[in-house]
């Protein structure tokens, strides 16, 4: 059976999510292949687009608590 990992990393080189994909066990041509990832696709892009939004929300969040008593300023509606 064959394995596709995946290693998200950000800009400087920090892991951000590993995922490992189990593919089908009859791969003996590169058309299998390619098939079996297809098919994995859309799930390796949604584990990675959550890897993405959950790291920029932990710097967001960072990015807060650095600000003058956690306060943001909001303007007022008129």
């Known amino acids: 059976m064959g394995q ?18 189990n593919l089908d066990s009859e791969l003996n041509t590169l058309s299998k292949m390619e098939i079996s990832i297809e098919e994995l696709r859309p799930q390796m892009l949604s584990d990675i687009t959550k890897d993405l939004l959950e790291e920029e929300q932990k710097r967001f969040k960072k990015k807060d608590h650095l600000s003058p008593g956690g306060v943001t300023k909001s303007r007022s509606k008129r």
């Open 4 to 21: 596709v990992k995946v290693t998200v990393t950000d800009d400087d080189g920090k892991v951000i999510g590993v995922h490992d994909y």
